[in-house]
């Protein structure tokens, strides 16, 4: 008879329970005994070794935690010839537990290996059996008749525990391969729309920026009026901040992994060569792991903050990004300075800290928001758990960006 699966995959489970059920059965045994009165003599002395032996291989060999195999074979065997001498000595129901110790090695190994290991068992008891019948040929056929039904039920049992277990493993296959195959659909479709939004939104942006800089550089040309060359210039700016949010936008679409503290130096080296605001990268501490969620709340709330500071800061601004691991989280915060309020009022984005805020709340965290000594903070904390070696960032470091967005001297 095959199975489906490898032997282990049904021993597994039917482990758990066929100990504790053989020594039930041994202690039905040994009751039965003592209710009838132990034998006198050595023999009595002899059933309670037997017991005793019997109830000490069904633990050790069956508990699955020594040996394996190689041990709950012998084990099983043991304990069958101890049913079988249980049988003869206090003329018994020792049999009993050479059938429960036949049924384990039908479920435990492969069916080969268990007729092997059953015959012993099997001859054992039959011939005590035979021993005081009155037709030993009609009982040892019956002994054999019993033990083959034990063993083909046991078998049937095993082969079913292997065939659900089959199609579980199956089942949980084409779980992960449909999940695979929705994951991979969703990034195709996220990448199309990535590239119809370049065409369309990040194209149409660039050709206006381009535009809005011949248009401010022509009125200061003609020496147009200071309020209309500012607007101009307000204008571009807002381009600008446009396009940079766009890209990002476009890149998160094609990205499957969402943005963290790891992708904190390209926002900064990004914002600072397209907006041209000298900026400051400083990290200390050690990477600590966060969740998607969290981490992707951690990267927003940047780069909204270094959106602001191009929108209201002015020129001469001086920005600070600084990531701060503890052991029971981290600290982001973005400190402008030096800006002289020249050109400020673009419009704002909405309430994109506002709702972070609220966010930060959820998560166990907290934003902060207010003026600096002479400019502007917003501070973001937030829990972290066990440290992650593989975050991306260093344990410990400042790099400052200039205004074309390299690395300052």
């Not at 083959?148 to 199609?167: E, K, N, P």
């Amino acid at each position: 008879m095959g199975r489906l699966l490898p032997v282990g995959a049904a021993t597994r489970e039917v482990g758990s329970w066929l100990a504790p059920l053989l020594l039930i059965a041994i202690a039905g045994v040994g009751g039965g005994i003592l209710a009838r009165g132990l034998p006198a003599g050595p023999a009595g002395a002899g059933t309670v070794g037997l017991l005793a032996i019997a109830a000490t291989l069904a633990a050790a060999g069956l508990s699955g935690r020594v040996g394996g195999r190689r041990v709950a074979v012998p084990a099983l065997v043991g304990v069958g010839i101890c049913g079988a001498g249980l049988d003869l000595v206090a003329d018994g129901t020792g049999y009993v537990i050479g059938y429960m110790a036949v049924v384990g090695l039908a479920l435990r190994t492969p069916p080969r290996v268990a007729v092997l290991a059953g015959c012993p068992i099997v001859a054992a008891i039959a011939g005590v059996e035979a021993t005081d019948a009155v037709n030993p040929a009609a009982t040892t056929l019956a002994v054999l008749s019993a033990f083959g039904f034990l063993f083909t039920i046991s078998q049937f049992a095993a082969v079913s525990v292997g065939a659900r277990r089959q199609a579980e493993a199956l089942l949980a296959q084409e779980t992960a391969a449909g999940e695979a195959r929705e994951r991979a659909a969703a990034l195709a479709e996220r990448s199309r729309l990535a590239r119809d939004l370049h065409d369309v939104l990040a194209h149409s942006l660039s050709v206006l920026a381009v535009q809005l800089e011949a248009a401010r550089l022509t009125a200061i040309t003609e020496a147009a009026g200071a309020n209309l060359v500012g607007q101009i210039t307000a204008a571009h700016k807002q381009t600008c901040v446009g396009i940079l949010n766009a890209r990002r936008a476009l890149a998160m679409l094609r990205d499957d992994e969402p943005a963290g503290p790891a992708s904190l130096p390209e926002l900064v080296s990004e914002t600072s060569a397209a907006l041209g605001i000298p900026i400051a990268l400083e990290i200390e501490g050690v990477p600590r792991a966060l969740d998607p969620e969290a981490g992707l709340m951690l990267y927003r709330v940047v780069q909204e903050a270094l959106t602001n500071v191009a929108k209201h800061a002015g020129r001469g601004v001086r920005v600070t990004v600084r990531l701060a691991w503890a052991p029971g989280g981290v600290e982001v915060s973005v400190v402008d300075s030096g800006g002289d309020g020249t050109g400020v009022g673009l419009p704002s984005g909405g309430f994109g800290l506002t709702g972070m805020s609220e966010r930060a709340v959820l998560k166990g965290g907290r934003l902060r928001v207010g003026r600096s000594d002479d400019g502007f903070a917003v501070r973001l904390w937030l829990p972290a758990g066990l440290p992650a070696a593989d975050v991306g960032l260093p344990a410990d470091g400042i790099g400052y960006l200039n205004a074309a967005g390299k690395p300052a001297s």
